[in-house]
Structures are given as C-alpha cells and as structure tokens.
C-alpha cells in the first residue's frame, strides 16, 4: 500500500501519538477507507489533530486525501484477475508474498473485537442449532474446509450448494435457531447475497466474511469479519478467511472440548484402524 510505504519511510519522525494512528492505519484499512477522522483517532487513542498532523507528515493534502489513498489501494487490490494478470511481480515472488500475506492476516485478525469473536463462537457450538455455510465460487475451497473441521467437532453442519433453485429451497428450510456463515468478496455473486438475504429476512442468525463493512453481506449479518485479500498475482488471496476459520474452529474446539474430544477419539481410531488394514 502506499501509505504503508510512506509510513515506513517516515517512521523516525513520528511522535508516540501519530505512531498510534500510522498503526490502525496499518492494521484497519478498512476504517480509515470508510471511517471518519473522529473514528480513526479514537481507535488510535489519539486526537483528531493527531490524525491531521499524521496526514501532512505523510506528504497527503489532509486526511481526505490519505483517505482516498487508502480507498485507491484496496480497490487495485480487489481488482479482475484479467486486470492483474497483466502485471509482472517483480524478482522476489517469495519475499512478495511473504509480505503480502502476513499483512492479511494482520489486518484481518488484529481488529477483531472479542466480545464479536466470543459471539460468533458460542453460536457455532450450540449444538442444538445447525450450521450451514454459504460460499460464493471462489472461497469454496476454504468454505468446505471450515465444514470439514467443524464437522469433526459437532453435527448438524453442512454447505449450502447446487443450483440457484437448490440453494433457494435449502433456504426455505431453514429455521430462526440455525446459523448461516456467509463468504464472498468484492464482484459478489448474486445468487450467493441473494440467498444471505433470504435467509437473514427469515430471522436465521448470520454472519458475514467478506472484504468490507459495506459489502452487501453485512447488512443482513449480525456479525461481520472483515478480511484482507490482497494477492500478489491476479487472484485474490484466502489466507485471512483461513485465518478467521481456523480462529472459530479453535474457539469452537474450546467450548466443545467434551464433546469433541470423544468425536476426535473416534476418528483417530478409524485413521489408525484404516492403517492396519492396508
């Protein structure tokens, strides 16, 4: 990001306070993308002078300007694959990735607050309630792996799938003690906002992963993590919904622990036995 390019090269010179607002900057993109000045100070525990001072230092017209900023390098990062292709990574694809990568987890789990966390867990063990997982086509692959881990922990989960019409009766079935897990980023599939919105106009508890407090998944969500995707090739990366899975199921793990433990007894023994028998 630019920004983070000009904080690093500015970093000797900022005081204790701006020091704090160039961290959330860091860290929440997103709020500083679509927060206020007020809002920015305040989860920096700074003043609004502070943010003000912070955007000259940075060579930025004011705060709109590192605003805009901000908003210019989240939208190349969501940017089409058929966009991003045509630009070359440079020489050190590891090192590229290697920091782009800690940078999405750090901005994706960093702001999340733990009562939301501790919310969003004990709805995922209630054991009475059943689970159901919404992915747009590109975050399947990290969608099922949270059904496959949470599965190994309680019943009733499973991934809303098929065609429009498919999805659309699984969502006529639910009921208002189910949770819905929602995933989809920036260029939203329809059928999947669609399908969120159904379900959360049915009074089913969900919760969104998706890029932005404005993505058309959070508005019927009770609950919105906001993840980082910035890849450095033409696709987006899923490491920080991984993280914000891996995050739940850890959570979910501790609360079932009883349960889960004789669940994941029972599947080391059938793993052991199938090793016998080969």
Known sequence: MESADRIGRSGASLTKAERRVAE????RPQLVAFGTVA????????????VVRLASKLGYDGFT???????????????????????????????????LEQANVQATLRPIDAAMLDDVVR????????????????????????????????DDVQVLDGNDIAVRRQIALLRPTDVLVAVDFRRYER????AAAEAAAAGVWTVAVTDSLLSPLSAGAQRTFVVAAAGAGPFDSH???????NLLVTGVADQLRAVATERLDRLETVWQQSLTDR
């Not at 059943?130 to 309680?154: E, F, K, M, T, W």
Request: hydrophobic share 50%; glycine share 8%; net charge negative.
């Open 24 to 27: 959330v900057v860091l860290e």
């Open 39 to 50: 809002e920015l100070a305040a989860a920096a525990g700074a003043g609004a002078a502070t």
């Open 65 to 99: 300007a590192l605003q805009a900023s901000v908003q210019h390098d989240l939208a190349n990062q969501l940017r089409p694959a058929a966009e991003r292709i045509r630009e070359p990574v440079g020489s050190d694809l590891v090192g590229r990735h290697l920091q």
């Open 123 to 154: 709805h995922l063990a209630d054991v009475t309630a059943r689970v159901y997982v919404l992915s747009g086509d590109a975050s399947r692959g990290v969608a099922q792996q949270l059904v496959v881990d949470l599965l190994a922990l309680r």
């Open 191 to 194: 059928w999947v906002v669609d």
């Open 239 to 245: 490491v920080g919904t991984l993280s914000v899975f």
